[in-house]
């Protein structure tokens, strides 16, 4: 049963120098689920039915992390040993796709513990870079030039941070989805693209917001 609730955020007032026109924010839609666990993401019943709805030109989607998921058009896995088309480190990968793009599926290891495993798997160190906390924070910047205006940006982990304001995205629904107490919800983020990355640091300063 979803527990769902809407929250009517701001209206911008008409704005030459943020060239955003007459925009009105969409409202916020929350809502909770409960499912089992499971490693493969995409496959849990509530996400799956959330991705069917927001997908639907899947071939200009991509997916850096697909592990062996197929939702996306153009996937990629840094391990070789999954179903993905390519094997490329992340920002390689991100940075080889053209700047009109549909959406991004962002599914990345959810901590360093989980980075530390794939990376043992493959027989890799982590780098000092990689344990310092920005490594998906820096990716986010690269793939926001990457998406179209009014595409989209869906992203799981165990927090609601998603690609932001500064980056020019509005928060348009997030899925809470619990797996019990002894486990982390999973949490979905789905924003859409409205203005460009300089912009959107422009537009969130114009309007107070830290």
């Not at 499912?35 to 639907?56: D, G, N």
């Not at 979905?188 to 912009?199: Q, W």
């Amino acid at each position: 049963m979803t527990n769902g609730c809407d929250f009517c955020l701001v209206k911008l007032r008409p704005d030459s120098d943020l060239s955003l026109g007459e925009r009105t924010i969409s409202k916020l839609v929350i809502a909770r689920e409960w499912a089992m666990p499971s490693h493969e993401t995409f496959s849990i019943a509530p996400i799956t039915s959330l991705l069917r709805r927001y997908v639907k030109n899947s071939c200009n989607w991509i997916d850096p992390f697909a592990r062996d998921a197929q939702v996306a058009g153009l996937t990629n896995d840094i391990n070789p040993n999954t179903k993905a088309q390519f094997h490329l480190d992340a920002f390689e990968f991100v940075r080889s796709m053209p700047a009109d793009l549909e959406g991004v599926l962002f599914d990345p290891p959810y901590s360093l513990h989980q980075l530390k495993e794939v990376y043992n798997d493959l027989g890799r160190a982590i780098m000092k870079k990689e344990a310092q906390g920005t490594l998906w924070t820096n990716l986010k910047s690269e793939l926001s030039s990457k998406i179209k205006m009014g595409g989209l940006a869906i992203c799981f982990g165990w927090n609601s941070i998603g690609f932001g304001k500064t980056r020019g995205f509005e928060l348009i629904e997030v899925l809470l989805v619990s797996h019990g107490r002894m486990h982390n919800d999973t949490i979905v983020t789905v924003e859409r693209k409205i203005v460009h990355y300089n912009e959107g640091i422009r537009w969130k300063k114009r309007l107070g917001m830290n």
